[in-house]
């Protein structure tokens, strides 16, 4: 499901809800069928984690996020310098966005490393192991730290 994502090239975000503790137990078990509904619809990822994977409700996050061509890394609470964004020695989680991102944070058709602060939310239960996908609901605020022309583009 990450490749899915990542190999999308783009960042999703959505407006409905969970509850704010799920019954991981279920969920595990349910997933396999719930997948199913939302197989081959892009369209539709985020509602695909929240009604299938259990999410926490909304709260402030911010991070480093580094993207560019199927590359989508987010370091909660660090400050990664550009050099150290692309070389997966860090611990990073993917941002799942369709918010738009900040005119001044485009870097269209560049790899960049920004600064967001954003509302967001967190997985609840371990269902796809690994991935741990935080959703973007809103963002605050995004500074590029640094932008490079795109390797892949």
Do not use: H
Not at 36 to 46: F, G, H, K, S, V
Not at 80 to 100: G, H, K, N, T, Y
Not at 115 to 143: A, H, N, Q
């Amino acid at each position: 499901m990450r490749l899915l994502l990542i190999a999308s090239g783009v960042l999703m975000v959505a407006s409905c809800g969970t509850s704010a503790s799920p019954d991981c137990a279920k969920v595990r078990k349910e997933w396999p069928r719930c997948l199913e509904t939302y197989e081959n619809r892009p369209d539709l990822a985020r509602e695909f984690f929240l009604n299938c994977l259990g999410y926490s409700e909304p709260q402030r996050i911010a991070g480093t996020w580094a993207r560019d061509f199927e590359f989508n890394e987010f370091y909660e609470g660090q400050r990664v310098p550009f050099e150290q964004a692309w070389q997966f020695r860090l611990r990073s989680i993917p941002l799942l966005s369709d918010v738009p991102v900040p005119k001044a944070a485009e870097a269209k058709g560049q790899a960049s490393v920004a600064w967001i602060e954003f509302e967001g939310r967190r997985p609840l239960c371990d269902v796809i192991p690994e991935d741990g996908t935080i959703l973007v609901d809103r963002i605050y605020s995004m500074r590029v730290i640094e932008a490079r022309p795109s390797k892949w583009q």
